[in-house]
Structures are given as C-alpha cells and as structure tokens.
C-alpha cells in the first residue's frame, strides 16, 4: 500500500537558519504528493503540492520537488521566522482513482529568535 | 471565506456514553476524511466517503464507531460505547476530486476527552 515516512522531529532553529524536513514515499502508480503545516490548536491547512515528476511546489518561501526516481519530496526553506513553529506533515494521494490522502507521523519545528 | 465546520468543537464525556461528532464539509466538495490525532499514532485515517458512499473505513473499529453522509452537507462520527483510550482530536476534511485530487480542507477539529 501506500505509505509516507518523514524525518522525525523535534527540530529547533534559530531564526534565519535553513530547514529542510525529508519526506520519502512508497506507492503504486503516480502519486501527488504534498505537505501540509499545523500550527497549535488548529487543523491543517495545504501548504504546497505537486503532482507529476520534477513538479516544484512553492509557497510562503517554502519549497518542495517532486523526485521520482528518489521517491522523495522534501521540504526545504532559505530563512526561516518564528512563525514558521509548527508541525509538518508529509503526504501523499494516490492515483488512478485512489483519493485516500497518506500521511507521514509529522515533524515538530521549533524556530527561535 | 469557505470551511469545513466541525461541531463541537471540545467534548468531555463519561465512559461508556454515545458520542457524535459532527463535520459541513464545503459546498461542492464530493470526498470527506474522518481522522483521529493522538500523540502516540500521530495522524488515523478511520474513513472516507466519496459523493457520499464510503470508500473505505479500513481504520475505524467497527464494533464501536460508524460514520455516515446522511446528506451532503453532512458527515458524522459516531462512537458508541466510548472508552478512554478514544481521547483524541478527531479531524474532518473535505477536497473535490474528479480524476485529480485538488486539496483537502480540514476543519479545526473536535477535541474529545473520555473520563
């Protein structure tokens, strides 16, 4: 079946510093794959996507490349804030026709000033 | 500003009592995700419906949980006997998917405590 693993946390930044949470998944077919951020209390919200091969996915400075041939997605950031503190989650959906969304068990960031 | 709503939002209950969560997923989205987050094991999947029918509910126990669309425009959770160990936050989301997924929305959660 379907599965994501993720580098497992905690990690604690200064601000300013590189981040980079690795994701690596095992599917069948051409899976999308995304990451997805929770900040404390809340539910998750969509941080980026890709959804073929050497797809990059980007937003808020956040950055991932979909690698097929490494079956990778790993998420990468230059500068990171204090508000950047929160729980990452690596996650895939498989296709054709399999719309379960898998996810990996999350990476805790901790930024400091 | 479209949302998945979730009520409630906290629950505290007695062992042994029913428990029923309910999720409005967005208007127009076909495909609902019933999660439970804990410390220990992170992110569950218990189940899934697409334009209402269930896809599967591989993760849920069935001998005490069931989920139903009795419409669109909701989806609910319901445990029954609930235990302790069921104390967890237990997520909704909602995504359209034709051939592609799009995104899934989730809601904020219901925090539920078992005592």
């Known amino acids: 079946g379907n599965s994501v693993t993720q580098m497992e946390g905690p990690v604690t930044l200064s601000e300013e510093a590189f981040l980079t949470i690795n994701c690596t998944y095992t599917a069948t077919g051409y899976p999308s794959l995304f990451w997805y951020v929770q900040y404390p209390g809340e539910g998750l919200q969509l941080l980026l996507k890709a959804t073929k091969a050497d797809d990059k996915g980007s937003n808020k400075g956040f950055e991932a490349t979909y690698r097929k041939e490494t079956t990778s997605f790993h998420l990468e950031k230059g500068s990171v804030q204090v508000s950047d503190s929160a729980v990452y989650f690596c996650a895939l959906a498989g296709r054709p026709n399999d719309y379960k969304l898998s996810f990996g068990a999350g990476t805790t960031v901790t930024v400091r000033a | 500003d479209a949302r998945v709503t979730q009520t409630p939002r906290h629950k505290v209950t007695e062992m042994g009592q029913e428990v029923t969560m309910r999720c409005q997923p967005i208007l127009g989205h076909n495909t609902v995700f019933w999660y439970r987050q804990t410390m220990m094991q992170g992110l569950e999947l218990l189940a899934y419906?697409?334009?209402?029918?269930?896809?599967?509910d591989s993760g849920m126990p069935k001998d005490r949980f069931s989920a139903e669309m009795p419409d669109a425009t909701l989806a609910t959770l319901k445990i029954q006997p609930s235990e302790p160990r069921d104390s967890a936050v237990y997520f909704c989301?909602?995504?359209?998917?034709?051939?592609?997924?799009?995104?899934?929305?989730f809601g904020q959660g219901t925090r539920l405590t078992v005592v």
């Open positions: 989301a909602s995504g359209r998917t034709e051939g592609e997924w799009t995104e899934a929305f």
């Open positions: 419906f697409r334009n209402r029918a269930p896809l599967d």
